[in-house]
């Protein structure tokens, strides 16, 4: 304002307005030089007031302003971008952000980003220290507190507490293994899942495999114990030590040589009648050793005083011999636990049984059923003759449910595909299974691998892999 103005304005507002016929006196007065320097003071003042009081209400609002920033996970990779343009803070200068280094984290004033992998978690307030724009550069930085909330590794919320090993059906909370397979080699873990580490609980799952040299045929079987049913864990192993016993002794009887004949001339001829024929001896001899699962379960509940149905489990096995032209691989499956069969090039893939899965979980059928026998049986076997192939895997639904989801995605090459690759190392832990057989650390590796961290899944988990 014109110190002239000022002063016309000031004798206005204290009841001393210059009247018309005072003009030249006012004239006269304003050519003072000390009235006008005295009013251009006054106004100095003012707008010095203004602006402290402008800077002291902008540096409140920041310090009143409600800001959150991500929150983050112990043990995980963290970044998070302060928005300063989002939150109006194009005035802001920022200085430092202090309390990041006892977190594990660390923050780039260039960038204004916060990185690093959190150590510990709890409900933090960071301290910003900051100026505005028009505050001396000898000003005492403001502060202002920011919330970041840093969870638990959601892991280390579980407990694993050891079963009880003295329990008559007692087995191992965790297996893993990897031995030759005929021409093949073959890696397998087993473990509880974190529910039932998580209370003392058994490890339900189970899985077998044997490989004959006399008659060259492998076997192997899985098998997934119902949650619900107190004796489950004996019930999967009755199932798998039963079967590969069962098909063990076939083979090596030589009771699969005419089998074999049929097999031998499969590429040759893939004819109706030969078919035929080979799926009348896949239900002989798969169906005879899943039926005598059933018995041997059964028998054992009876010498126990209880019934079949505390012993209820699933139960999936292959058999797999190498012939001049290529593989026969034949499959057997109640559940909802799947068997693949990949291609050599990773090209295809061949769901080897057909999954007993229901609307809401409660489809799921059980070896311990005998309603099983007294259906068709012809929709649970599998047969299939390839040259080559990548791998043969059998999992049970803690490995199934996570990795793929839903059922329809079983007959995906781009799942499965996937799923190899998160095998090699394509996942959030960076766990690899090098599924080379000269690898002395492949069942260890495995095992590392399905330690692996999925939201609402954490059942047994069981993983096969003929490669």
């Known amino acids: 304002m014109d110190p002239k103005l000022y002063i016309e304005k000031l004798f206005e507002v204290k ?12 004239e006269e007065f304003c050519s003072n030089a000390s009235y006008l320097e005295a009013a251009t003071d006054i106004l100095r003042k003012q707008q010095l007031l203004m602006d402290a009081w402008s800077l002291n209400n902008r540096i409140n609002d920041i310090k009143r302003q409600q800001v959150m920033i991500p929150n983050g996970t112990v043990g995980k990779v963290y970044g998070a971008q302060l928005d300063t343009t989002g939150w109006g803070w194009q005035d802001l200068v920022l200085l430092e952000l202090e309390g990041l280094e006892a977190i594990g984290l660390a923050y780039d004033p260039e960038t204004q980003q916060i990185r690093g992998i959190p150590e510990q978690n709890g409900d933090f307030k960071l301290k910003l220290k900051f100026k505005v724009t028009g505050e001396a550069e000898d000003a005492v930085p403001n502060e202002k507190l920011i919330p970041l909330i840093i969870n638990p590794d959601p892991k280390s919320l579980w407990k694993t507490t050891p079963s009880d090993n003295t329990d008559p059906f007692w087995k191992a909370d965790e297996t893993a293994v990897s031995a030759p397979l005929g021409d093949r080699h073959i890696v397998a873990a087993s473990k509880r899942g974190r529910s039932h580490a998580n ?3 058994f490890r339900d799952d189970d899985f077998a495999f044997a490989h004959f040299a006399t008659s060259g045929w492998s076997v192997v079987a899985v098998s997934d114990g119902a949650g619900s049913a107190k004796f489950s864990r004996q019930g999967s192993r009755i199932a798998c030590d ?18 074999d004949t049929l097999l031998e001339a499969y590429n040759t001829n893939t004819g109706t009648d030969l078919q035929k024929k080979i799926s009348l001896h896949i239900y002989q ?9 059933y018995k041997e379960i059964e028998a054992f509940a009876k010498e126990q005083g209880a019934g079949i149905r505390d012993f209820h489990a699933t139960l999936i096995f292959a058999l797999v011999k190498k012939y001049k032209s290529g593989y026969a691989v034949l499959t057997f499956g109640v559940g909802d636990c799947p068997i693949g069969l990949i291609s050599k090039d990773r090209s295809a893939v061949h769901l080897m049984n057909k999954l007993d899965v229901g609307e809401f979980g409660g489809g799921t059928r059980f070896i311990t059923m005998p309603e ?9 076997f599998g047969f299939k003759f390839v040259e080559d192939f990548t791998a043969l895997m059998l999992m049970t639904d803690g490995i199934y449910d996570p990795k793929f989801e839903v059922e329809a995605n079983l007959e995906q090459v781009s799942k499965w595909d ?16 090098n599924l080379d057989a000269d690898n002395p650390d492949i069942a260890t590796e495995l095992s590392v691998w399905m330690d692996f961290w999925s939201p609402g899944n954490h059942d047994d988990r069981t993983l096969v892999i003929i490669f």
């Open 15 to 26: 009841q001393m307005p210059v009247a018309p016929h005072q003009a030249a006196l006012f």
């Open 199 to 201: 209370t003392g609980a």
């Open 285 to 293: 001899a798969l169906g005879g050793a899943a039926q005598q699962a």
């Open 372 to 380: 099983i026998f007294r259906d068709d049986l012809s929709g649970r």
């Open 418 to 433: 996937g799923f190899l690759r998160d095998l090699e190392g394509d996942n959030a832990d960076l766990a690899r299974v």
């Open 242 to 259: 039963t079967v590969v016993q069962y098909l063990g002794n076939k083979a090596e009887g030589g009771d699969f040589a005419e089998l």
